[in-house]
């Protein structure tokens, strides 16, 4: 091969990288302003304008509490999610189609999250249809977005890559939470009602998903299907095949439950620090508003940091490191005085300093135990731990809590899930887990 070919193989490959890193910057927005900031508390206000005098709200005739709707329209989402990705999944390796499985769900979540432009007065049901198409497509684009990483970073250049990729999302999300908090925080000035300014920034982030799609969708490419042309079963029938399949890859199974223990600790952490710096701690709403816009900036240093230390030390040991930093960090949570912003931005700034790295590594590291040709039916399986089964953790929180009184207790609790995690994530013999995956192993790992 010459010189001028190799050269041109690269520019194609940096060039499709490129492409790959604005679909996280363009889905992430979502994620933060409208799921973590603002949804939430305005799809509960809806519900709780159209209840009745009992407080109840009544979709299909089933009496719901108003203040519970939004929770149980993430978890009906969820539960979309997890039947339709193996699906779209196993669709993907067997065509090679990816590309328009993608397009498809980014549009369709694009376009419900614009629709909540028109969630008002009492359309709680309409907020709870939307975010349901929103969350579900939202994680089947993910797991089509994971999903090319193998194929477009040789092995040495995942760390790196998967780390950008996070970078790109943190940054999209800080950028547009920042101008969404100044419309909020100062509608009158805009000339728009507080509901108007919510609805806006709702909308604006659906806009901001659709127009940046159009990035990958140009640049990224389909590559002919390299695995079995076996066709695709329905939801469960399709999940229970992608298990079986993964019981044949011991290895690869290992590291997926070792991801699903600690990653249920992150999830926790992000969900429930809001609780403990309101509850427990005292602190007001905008210094909540602005430690999960500190986390968010700083998990672009962290994830970027990361993926330096992981070609040195490999992305195992700095995935160990990372879950270590998350222990001491909610160590030092348990002892924070109450009242006392400063300490909780603090404790942000460790969480947003491990948070992108943890997460970007243990994609990178994931996508050299997958079988080649079954990339986008196995990422289903990763997205479903990621998205679908973070339960344990907030139920260990709220058991906790239950049992002392103590959020304190509670929160101190979940170093559980970074130990547990770390051991069995430490027993993951990786460089024989990729081989017998079918991949090159890299040197470093």
Same mark, same amino acid.
């Given at each position: 091969?010459?010189?001028?070919?190799?050269?041109?193989?690269?520019?194609?490959?940096?060039?499709?990288?490129?492409?790959?890193?604005?679909?996280?910057?363009?889905?992430?927005?979502?994620?933060?302003?409208?799921?973590?900031?603002?949804?939430?508390?305005?799809?509960?206000?809806?519900?709780?304008?159209?209840?009745?005098?009992?407080?109840?709200?009544?979709?299909?005739?089933?009496?719901?509490?108003?203040?519970?709707?939004?929770?149980?329209?993430?978890?009906?989402?969820?539960?979309?999610?997890?039947?339709?990705?193996?699906?779209?999944?196993?669709?993907?390796?067997?065509?090679?189609?990816?590309?328009?499985?993608?397009?498809?769900?980014?549009?369709?979540?694009?376009?419900?999250?614009?629709?909540?432009?028109?969630?008002?007065?009492?359309?709680?049901?309409?907020?709870?249809?939307?975010?349901?198409?929103?969350?579900?497509?939202?994680?089947?684009?993910?797991?089509?977005?994971?999903?090319?990483?193998?194929?477009?970073?040789?092995?040495?250049?995942?760390?790196?890559?998967?780390?950008?990729?996070?970078?790109?999302?943190?940054?999209?999300?800080?950028?547009?939470?920042?101008?969404?908090?100044?419309?909020?925080?100062?509608?009158?000035?805009?000339?728009?009602?507080?509901?108007?300014?919510?609805?806006?920034?709702?909308?604006?982030?659906?806009?901001?998903?659709?127009?940046?799609?159009?990035?990958?969708?140009?640049?990224?490419?389909?590559?002919?299907?390299?695995?079995?042309?076996?066709?695709?079963?329905?939801?469960?029938?399709?999940?229970?095949?992608?298990?079986?399949?993964?019981?044949?890859?011991?290895?690869?199974?290992?590291?997926?439950?070792?991801?699903?223990?600690?990653?249920?600790?992150?999830?926790?952490?992000?969900?429930?620090?809001?609780?403990?710096?309101?509850?427990?701690?005292?602190?007001?709403?905008?210094?909540?508003?602005?430690?999960?816009?500190?986390?968010?900036?700083?998990?672009?240093?962290?994830?970027?940091?990361?993926?330096?230390?992981?070609?040195?030390?490999?992305?195992?040991?700095?995935?160990?490191?990372? %879950?270590?930093?998350? /222990?001491?960090? +909610?160590?030092?949570? #348990?002892?924070?005085?109450?009242?006392?912003? !400063?300490? =909780? *931005? &603090?404790?942000?700034?460790?969480?947003?300093?491990?948070?992108?790295?943890?997460?970007?590594?243990?994609?990178?590291?994931?996508?050299?135990?997958?079988?080649?040709?079954?990339?986008?039916?196995?990422?289903?399986?990763?997205?479903?731990?990621?998205?679908?089964?973070?339960?344990?953790?907030?139920? %260990?929180?709220?058991? /906790?809590?239950? +049992?002392?009184?103590? #959020?304190?207790?509670?929160?101190?609790?979940? !170093?559980? =899930? *970074? &130990?547990?995690?770390?051991?069995?994530?430490?027993?993951?013999?990786?460089?024989?887990?990729?081989?017998?995956?079918?991949?090159?192993?890299?040197?470093?790992?």
């Amino acid at each position: 091969m010459s010189a001028d070919t190799v050269r041109t193989d690269v520019l194609d490959r940096q060039r499709e990288q490129r492409g790959w890193y604005f679909y996280d910057w363009a889905c992430s927005v979502y994620s933060t302003s409208v799921l973590t900031v603002f949804l939430g508390p305005y799809l509960t206000s809806v519900a709780k304008s159209a209840a009745d005098a009992d407080g109840y709200v009544h979709p299909l005739g089933v009496p719901v509490r108003a203040g519970s709707f939004f929770a149980y329209s993430v978890s009906l989402s969820v539960i979309v999610a997890v039947l339709v990705m193996p699906m779209v999944g196993a669709a993907a390796d067997r065509t090679g189609r990816k590309k328009p499985l993608l397009g498809i769900t980014a549009y369709v979540g694009a376009a419900a999250t614009t629709g909540m432009f028109f969630l008002d007065g009492d359309r709680y049901l309409l907020g709870g249809l939307l975010l349901i198409v929103a969350n579900a497509a939202q994680s089947v684009g993910m797991m089509l977005y994971n999903s090319y990483l193998p194929q477009i970073a040789p092995p040495e250049e995942r760390d790196a890559v998967s780390s950008r990729g996070w970078a790109f999302g943190y940054a999209a999300g800080s950028l547009v939470l920042i101008a969404n908090l100044v419309l909020y925080l100062a509608h009158g000035s805009f000339g728009v009602s507080e509901t108007t300014a919510v609805r806006i920034c709702l909308a604006t982030a659906g806009l901001w998903w659709g127009a940046f799609t159009l990035v990958p969708l140009r640049r990224l490419r389909d590559r002919a299907s390299t695995g079995p042309k076996q066709a695709t079963a329905p939801g469960v029938r399709q999940l229970a095949a992608t298990v079986r399949d993964m019981r044949r890859h011991p290895l690869t199974l290992a590291f997926l439950v070792a991801y699903l223990v600690y990653n249920d600790g992150i999830q926790t952490v992000i969900s429930q620090a809001s609780v403990y710096g309101s509850e427990e701690l005292g602190l007001g709403q905008s210094t909540l508003i602005g430690a999960v816009l500190l986390v968010q900036v700083l998990a672009v240093a962290g994830a970027l940091g990361m993926g330096r230390l992981a070609r040195t030390y490999g992305a195992q040991r700095t995935i160990l490191g990372s %879950l270590v930093a998350w /222990t001491v960090t +909610l160590a030092a949570g #348990y002892f924070l005085p109450p009242g006392a912003p !400063v300490w =909780f *931005f &603090v404790l942000a700034s460790g969480i947003g300093l491990v948070l992108g790295g943890s997460q970007a590594l243990s994609r990178s590291l994931f996508s050299h135990l997958v079988p080649p040709g079954k990339e986008a039916e196995y990422f289903s399986a990763y997205e479903m731990s990621d998205r679908g089964m973070s339960w344990l953790g907030p139920l %260990l929180f709220g058991i /906790t809590y239950q +049992l002392t009184g103590s #959020y304190r207790d509670a929160i101190i609790s979940l !170093v559980a =899930f *970074f &130990v547990i995690g770390f051991a069995l994530l430490a027993r993951v013999p990786v460089r024989r887990a990729i081989s017998e995956a079918g991949n090159p192993v890299p040197d470093t790992i």
